[in-house]
């Protein structure tokens, strides 16, 4: 019966893939084009699939769940067997425990606080005894249960399982142990099972199995033994003959046996998932095997010989994400002629071409960790993903509030900071060397808004056809020396603003001690500062051996948080910047401000003036304005760089709102902190325009205080 149901579901499923297949030649579309269903109507790729109608039929929207291989059966077969109670509404059963529940010849007895297995009668068929405190299953507890078809024990304390636990039931289908804490199989505890199709022991803590703990189990053909401690696959195919399924993910396999292949020969799924495979032998799958769902991914595979897939001719589903491939042969996958469903994401695919995917005719769901990559795959319909959340198909910024704003931010960027080089120049001040720190700084905030105009003009440049120049984008000299800049804007502002607020602290914190830096030392710092802003901007450009492609992780060139196959090199350099020197000048402008208003606040406390208190007000707004900004320009950078470290994913689209939003905010606000909002700067203002017979007769205005240049 259920032999006849898998092949019945397989059918529906091959034959449903071929009928798509052929209805999409039906209709002539270009490459990279697909029909509109019957209608005359192409759509490209990028419009498949990606949650709008755009076919009056709404044929690109059809059709998009990737049902390859075995999903589309195990749901439903979990579904209607394992999940479904029984229709009958009346209990048939004339004992049970009083804590449970019974509906036709099903006993529930979920979550009841049972501490081992209570009487039923006999003639029971499901019995429920998972998420309980059950510990130990002694000799013939099951035996007068004969009848009994599925029997569910997860998520109890099962550490012991006599051999003969479940001597006496011929007639059991399914049994699930998983979540328990059994460590071993005893010989022989499945001899009675010659029924069972279903044994499920997932996060145990099983070592190590031998061929004697299967025997009898003649009609096993799923086996799920994942989450446990195998460091191996056993090969249980040698006494089940009927097996199907083996899911053994999550274990400590470090290898693949051919002759434990070759045993299985009525193998279709093979899950192997989050283990520690590092090598696939060339002739592992050389001889032809009946395989339609193989999954390999999340393992620590570098390379695959070429004819790795030679004999997986009936292969509907492989996946191979997350492992350390960065290069596959050009006809990797030319033996997979069957195949609907290929995932590759969270891989770097070096060497990538068109040309790799060419023979897979029947290939309809394809699945990158880029998704420039998606150009290079023009026949399959379902490209995932769609945009990496900075850029998508069609633009190198996805969001039109993004498109917007990069040129809005720009604007206000370059005009504030050009606004004040220019009225610094033209009045003239006593502090001569603070004003050309505050130059140096506004020319540094002004880099930023030329690396956003660069962004945007690119942008611009691209829109509607982004991801047929992405990739060529990202590797560009263009994009290195645009990253490279939004760096040395980056750096040199921060040292630069760490250093004014040093000068600061020194002046107010310590008055008496007649420190005031001179041209010769104020240009020098400030030479020294720009020296090592550029040297820290362009190291990652002249070693791409170490670095790799520093700059060109995304379409905004910027190098904000680290993936899972960058070099150490390279993660370790970006983690001292942003972790190290700007965390460390984060704490010290924190710290200084402090110190300053600290040393305000006493030295007023002494003075009998009134005025001190409201002076001591406006001075507090300022330092909090200050360090206020700071923070919200770099907390979130040192949690976004913290969390990339940690391996935790981070949306694209949340890069590109710190990039375009929260990046620029120093840099923006630096000339209305550090300039027009300061008294000495208004007053000199004012002045000027007056002389220029701007403005009208004013009052003489009082002498910038202490703190007139903070």
């Known amino acids: 019966m259920t032999s006849f149901l898998i092949s019945f579901l397989l059918l529906i499923t091959t034959a449903g893939c071929n ?10 579309c270009p490459a990279g084009y697909f029909p509109c269903g019957n209608l005359s109507v192409c759509l490209p790729q990028p419009l498949q699939c990606n949650g709008i109608k755009e076919c009056e039929n709404g044929a690109d929207e059809g059709d998009c769940d990737d049902l390859s291989g075995w999903p589309l059966i195990m749901d439903w077969y979990v579904t209607q067997i394992i ?8 209990c048939s059963l004339r004992m049970y425990p009083g804590r449970c529940l019974c509906q036709g010849w099903t006993v529930n007895c979920e979550d009841a606080g049972l501490l081992t297995v209570p009487w039923f009668s006999s003639n029971v068929l499901v019995l429920k005894l998972n998420y309980n405190n059950i510990t130990t299953l002694t000799d013939e507890m099951f035996i007068r249960y004969r009848e009994l078809d599925v029997l569910m024990l997860q998520f109890n304390s099962i550490s012991s399982i006599s051999s003969k636990a479940f001597t006496g039931l011929f007639n059991l289908t399914k049994l699930l142990l998983s979540h328990n804490q059994i460590t071993v199989l005893e010989p022989g505890m499945f001899q009675d099972l010659h029924q ?40 249980v195919c040698a006494v089940l003959p009927n097996l199907s399924w083996l ?18 020969r009525s193998m279709t799924v093979l899950i192997l998932r989050n283990n520690e495979i590092r090598h696939v032998n060339e002739d592992l799958f050389s001889e032809p095997t009946w395989i339609i769902d193989l999954d390999l991914s999340s393992n620590l595979i570098k390379e695959l010989p070429p004819s790795t897939f030679r004999g997986l001719k009936y292969l509907q589903q492989m996946n191979l994400s997350n492992n350390p491939i960065n290069y596959f042969h050009v006809d990797q996958f030319d033996d997979l002629i069957s ?51 900075i850029s998508s198909f069609e633009n190198l910024l996805a969001s039109t509030i993004l498109r917007i704003f990069v040129w809005f ?98 002046c107010i914190v310590f008055p008496f001690n007649h420190y005031r830096p001179g ?93 001190l208190f409201s002076r001591e007000v406006a001075i507090a707004k300022r330092f909090f304005f ?19 470290l940690l391996r935790v994913e981070i949306p694209g689209n949340v890069t590109s709102w710190v990039v375009i939003f929260i990046l620029p905010i120093n840099s923006a606000l630096n000339p209305i902190l550090y300039t027009i909002t300061t008294a000495s700067f208004q007053e000199k203002l004012k002045q000027c325009l007056q002389s220029q017979d701007f403005l009208g007769p004013t009052k003489s205005l009082t002498s910038s205080t202490q703190t007139s240049n903070v």
């Open 626 to 644: 200050i360090v206020f900004t700071d923070f919200l320009c770099w907390i979130p950078i040192f949690l976004l760089k913290l969390l990339s």
């Open 19 to 28: 009928v798509i297949h052929t209805e999409d030649q039906t209709t002539f």
């Open 339 to 389: 195949l609907r469903s290929l995932a590759l994401d969270g891989i770097n695919i070096l060497n990538i071409e068109t040309r790799m995917f060419m023979k897979l005719e029947k290939l309809s769901y394809i699945y990158f960790k880029k998704f420039e990559y998606c150009k290079y795959s023009p026949h399959v319909r379902s490209c995932k993903p769609n945009t990496d959340g």
């Open 247 to 264: 899911d053994l993910e999550g274990n400590h396999i470090a290898s693949i046996d051919k002759t434990t292949l070759q045993i299985c």
């Open 196 to 235: 069972l199709e279903w044994l499920i022991l997932d996060n145990n803590m099983i070592r190590s199995v031998t061929l004697k703990s299967f025997v009898g189990l003649k009609s096993l053909f799923f086996l799920y033994m994942t989450n446990n401690s195998l460091d191996h696959i056993p090969k």
């Open 83 to 90: 999940l479904q109670d029984d229709e009958l509404e009346n």
């Open 519 to 611: 041209k010769r030392q104020t240009l020098s710092t400030l030479i020294f500062i720009w020296v090592t802003g550029f040297i820290m901007a362009v190291i990652p450009l002249w070693n791409t051996s170490l670095f790799g492609n520093y700059y060109g992780k995304n379409g905004v060139c910027f190098p904000l948080y680290s993936d899972q196959f960058e070099s150490l090199g390279a993660r370790g350099y970006s983690t001292g910047i942003f972790l190290g020197l700007n965390l460390l000048a984060f704490i010290i402008i924190v710290f200084s401000y402090t110190s300053m208003f600290y040393s305000i606040h006493k030295t007023g406390a002494q003075s009998a003036e009134r005025s």
């Open 409 to 506: 931010v720009a604007f206000v960027i370059c005009f504030g900071n050009l606004f004040v080089i220019c009225m610094r120049s033209f009045i003239k001040t006593e502090n001569r060397m603070h004003t050309l720190s505050i130059k140096s700084l506004c020319c540094a905030d002004c880099l930023m808004g030329v690396y956003l105009f660069l962004i945007g003009a690119f942008d611009v440049k691209y829109r509607g056809e982004y991801n047929r120049h992405a990739q060529q984008w990202m590797e560009s000299t263009k994009c290195q020396l645009i990253g490279a800049l939004a760096l040395l804007s980056t750096e040199v502002s921060v040292m630069l603003l760490t250093y004014m607020t040093l000068e600061k602290y020194m």
